[in-house]
């Protein structure tokens, strides 16, 4: 059962840029809430409701460093309740409740890739 606010939530995440660039990593990540224990399922919806993501501009500014070039871009979708938004982060992340929910959907991307990985293709 789903908790209230997380239901059909639908969030796609990818990470481009960086030193290093890792094709996988670019390739965006869709986590649906409603397959997520219901404890992460509830934390992503406080996340999202806390860091008020559907009130974010598209483009979240950020005082670029020097050696800028290097930070990682993300990418954030967000479909829940007939509403849909995108906000493009750029690192460093400055917004400490933007920077909790980055962190929560890297760990989530990361363990949907690590599933992938280990999942044979062709099982018979």
Not at 99 to 109: D, I
């Amino acid at each position: 059962m789903t908790e209230a606010g997380s239901e059909n939530m639908r969030v796609e995440f990818a990470t481009s840029g960086g030193f290093a660039y890792f094709p996988g990593l670019a390739r965006p990540v869709v986590i649906e809430a409603d397959q997520l224990p219901p404890e992460e399922a509830r934390k992503l919806n406080d996340l999202v409701a806390a860091s008020r993501f559907f009130d974010q501009p598209e483009r979240v500014a950020n005082k670029m460093a020097p050696g800028a070039a290097d930070y990682r871009q993300h990418t954030i979708t967000i479909n829940q309740g007939g509403r849909s938004h995108t906000v493009i982060v750029n690192e460093p992340i400055e917004d400490p409740t933007m920077k909790q929910l980055v962190g929560f959907l890297e760990g989530q991307a990361k363990a949907a890739r690590a599933k992938a990985r280990s999942s044979p293709a062709d099982e018979k």
